[in-house]
């Protein structure tokens, strides 16, 4: 019995490596499950025998070759390194169309601007020219204004101190 149940796992053993070689030549998928279905074989058969197990991992990792032998194939690290570049360029893309966008709308609402009868560039330097002077305008107020508190402030000072002189002579005076 228990030579029988040793006959039956190289026989099995067998069939995985033989599954593991055809997928290997003919360039198809090498996973545990795909060697385990293609051998007739259970997952854990694979998981049991680690030596199966490092030899499928290990055909997995390297780049599989095409079919009738002309170089390799696409392998998993080559395409998350393409999948990388991709998304790489598809975010400096997104970036540039955002930019392009925002210009168009820049040129075109400058062009809305002019050909309404709003005004143009002309109108606007001219707006920034009467901004600038009633800048300086509301300035110059400013200032007068605060000299104008500051002689009130001055005057009432001098106003409270007077009227202080005057209720000390009213009070010391003899009635």
């Avoid at 003919?26 to 694979?46: E, H, P, S």
């Avoid at 392998?75 to 390194?81: H, I, V």
């Amino acid at each position: 019995m228990i030579e029988g149940r040793r006959a039956d796992t190289g026989r099995r053993r067998q069939r995985v490596l033989t599954a593991l070689a055809d997928a290997t030549k003919n360039g198809t998928d090498i996973t545990v499950a795909a060697i385990a279905r293609r051998a007739g074989v259970d997952r854990t058969f694979l998981y049991r025998h680690r030596d199966l197990l490092s030899q499928v991992h290990a055909q997995a990792a390297e780049p599989a070759s095409i079919p009738g032998g002309h170089g390799p194939a696409v392998s998993l690290a080559s395409l998350k390194a393409d999948l990388a570049a991709a998304d790489a360029r598809n975010a400096r893309l997104t970036a540039r169309v955002r930019r392009l966008e925002q210009r168009l709308s820049e040129v075109l609402g400058d062009q809305v601007w002019r050909e309404s009868s709003v005004g143009g560039s002309e109108d606007s330097e001219q707006l920034k020219a009467r901004v600038t002077t009633l800048e300086q305008q509301l300035i110059d107020l400013e200032l007068k204004l605060q000299e104008r508190d500051d002689d009130l402030a001055a005057a009432r000072a001098a106003n409270r101190e007077l009227m202080a002189q005057l209720n000390r002579a009213t009070t010391s005076a003899p009635e």
